[in-house]
């Protein structure tokens, strides 16, 4: 009898849940139909982000990560328009500037538009619409994001919120794959922690109410680290469908990537992973046709390695600028400075800045957040360690993400402040490392189950 009860009693509370999802469900649409009839759809667009956003939090079951979704959205929406208004009392002799954003989200917001009106001028040819906006652009420069910006202004209006809040999205969706990936690869703590980590670190959580493509891009690494994991572990077309999609808009938005994806790092997880020697030769000479690869693709003029080394210094010279440059007078020109250099970059890749380069604003800003991952990374280790040993194979793509990115990044990057944006490509990655250590290491931290 007590059984047969307390099945009653805990499909009354399912069923009382449920209610209150689909009441809370109803009035959300109710209002924001209700706001759509009386705005522009300029208006419109960023209100259905929103409530697509909300409405995803709700269905979500798991009592620890529907919370935190909706917290982390809620929180980045209204960081985002509270940072939009405050940019817009502050502007000089209170001119109205429609965007709200800094730096580079500035420049591709206003690229998209002079994309947009080279276009609804009525030039239809690409390449003059880009070279004409490239010539009056923001930023002296135009990218595939600019024009992403400009399509999807062309279909909602040029609102400087629809792809800001399209990136916080963006980002609390990444949380959800960190949290997957962590409880499958380990257990529902240490996925706890990682997605604490993603959906609240500092500079990512920044970059996300800006107008950027770091969130959007972190969003497709991960999604595809955790689309891989799940089909080693059971085959679903739905899998495979996500797969393409996200190499397809990563090719878009960042090329580079995909074969760093595919001819690095997953031939080198299985590389490092396997214990046949066939696995090991396959995985080697994938790797080593693989970068031999990526040099065709992408420099066909450069196999010769003299030019190559020649380029990445003329790269990491053309990213050097302002007070944020670093290491200005070292040269790449040749091999043996550019293995005397690897060490010192890669640290400076994956630890930049540090406490005692405080010439701005931005690296005081950075300086907590950076202490707390100089905290953390005995954790990540730890995790790392735990993770090969036990579970090699899905762990290893993990860390192959880690170690590729950061080592690209060490080759090109010149700018402290830039290395900083773009190392947050691999930092959800690093927290699930450091979830795995911190439950491992007993860290005293309770997550309350409801």
């Known amino acids: ?128 619409i880009a070279d004409e906006a490239k010539r009056l652009s923001a930023s002296g420069n135009l990218g595939s994001y600019d024009f992403l910006n400009a399509i999807v202004y062309y279909f909602t209006g040029t609102s400087p919120f629809t792809m800001v809040f399209i990136n916080c999205l963006a980002s609390v969706l990444t949380v959800l794959f960190v949290y997957q990936i962590a409880k499958q690869l380990w257990n529902e703590r240490a996925a706890r922690f990682a997605a604490f980590l993603t959906a609240f670190w500092p500079s990512t959580f920044f970059w996300s109410i800006q107008n950027l493509k770091e969130p959007i891009i972190t969003f497709l690494i991960v999604g595809l680290i955790w689309a891989f994991i799940k089909l080693k572990k059971q085959f679903r077309f739905y899998l495979i469908f996500a797969i393409i999609i996200f190499t397809v808009l990563l090719k878009m938005l960042r090329g580079f990537l995909v074969p760093v994806f595919y001819v690095l790092m997953v031939p080198g997880a299985m590389l490092f992973s396997s214990k046949h020697k066939k696995v090991f030769v396959f995985s080697l000479l994938a790797l080593a046709g693989g970068a031999m690869l990526m040099v065709k693709l992408y420099y066909p003029d450069l196999i010769d390695p003299h030019k190559l080394l020649f380029l990445l210094q003329q790269k990491r010279a053309g990213r050097s600028y302002g007070n944020l440059a670093f290491m200005l007078n070292f040269s790449t020109a040749n091999i043996l400075n550019l293995i005397m250099l690897l060490p010192v970059s890669f640290t400076i890749a994956l630890l930049a800045p540090f406490p005692w380069q405080l010439g701005s604003i931005s690296q005081i800003s950075s300086l907590p957040e950076m202490l707390l991952f100089y905290y953390l990374i005995p954790a990540m280790l730890l995790g790392g360690r735990v993770l090969t040993k036990i579970k090699p194979k899905e762990s290893w793509i993990l860390i192959m993400c880690i170690f590729t990115i950061a080592f690209i990044l060490s080759n090109i990057e010149g700018n402290v402040g830039t290395l900083f944006r773009h190392r947050s490509m691999i930092l959800p990655v690093c927290f699930i490392l450091i979830g795995v250590g911190l439950d491992k290491a007993n860290f005293k931290v309770s997550f309350h189950n409801q």
């Open 1 to 128: 009898m007590n059984h047969i009860a307390l099945e009653k009693q805990f499909n009354i509370n399912n069923f009382a849940v449920a209610v209150k999802k689909n009441i809370c469900l109803f009035f959300l649409f109710a209002a924001a139909l209700t706001l759509i009839a009386y705005l522009p759809v300029s208006a419109t667009v960023p209100i259905l982000i929103i409530v697509l956003g909300l409405s995803f939090g709700l269905f979500l079951e798991q009592t620890f990560l529907a919370p935190l979704f909706i917290l982390a959205f809620l929180i980045r929406i209204i960081f985002s328009i509270f940072l939009y208004n405050a940019i817009l009392i502050k502007n000089e002799g209170g001119i109205y500037s429609g965007h709200g954003l800094f730096g580079d989200g500035y420049s591709y917001s206003v690229n998209a538009g002079l994309i947009l009106d080279l276009w609804f001028r009525g030039e239809r040819n690409l390449h003059v």
